[in-house]
């Protein structure tokens, strides 16, 4: 199993910018995809960014395309979100999510290793 425990949220105005960081720990010897979900007060938990074992392949919500940037540091085992001109909407709990595989996977559903998430509340 893959234990992740996410940091870096917080309170910021709007176009301001904040970098969440994941930490993973357990059975980090096989090779996984990491992902970063959000989920807004009376809303659905949705995709934000995915990125592949190799960290050359990543995947963006159109939502956040352009202002957000996923990373990873496999020597670390860790994963980052770099969040740019951060709009109201993107307040939600963020929640950092792994799988044993080497793709890019955008589904929550093929995720098995889930955060306990962070609060990131953009205000105006």
């Known amino acids: 199993q893959v234990h992740l425990v996410e940091s870096g949220g917080g309170l910021v105005q709007a176009g301001g910018s904040l970098r969440l960081s994941c930490a993973a720990s357990?059975?980090?010897?096989?090779?996984?995809?990491m992902g970063w979900f959000r989920q807004a007060p009376g809303k659905e938990r949705e995709f934000v960014a995915a990125?592949?074992?190799?960290?050359?392949?990543?995947h963006y919500a159109d939502s956040v395309d352009g202002r957000f940037t996923i990373s990873r540091d496999n020597a670390e085992n860790t994963a980052s979100l770099q969040m740019n001109n951060l709009k109201l909407e993107d307040t939600a709990v963020y929640y950092c999510?792994?799988?044993?595989?080497?793709?890019?996977?955008?589904?929550?559903?093929?995720?098995?290793?889930w955060g306990q998430g962070t609060q990131v509340t953009v205000s105006s």
């Open positions: 999510a792994a799988a044993y595989t080497i793709v890019v996977l955008t589904d929550q559903d093929d995720y098995d290793f």
């Open positions: 357990g059975r980090t010897e096989r090779s996984y995809a």
């Open positions: 990125i592949g074992w190799s960290g050359g392949n990543k």
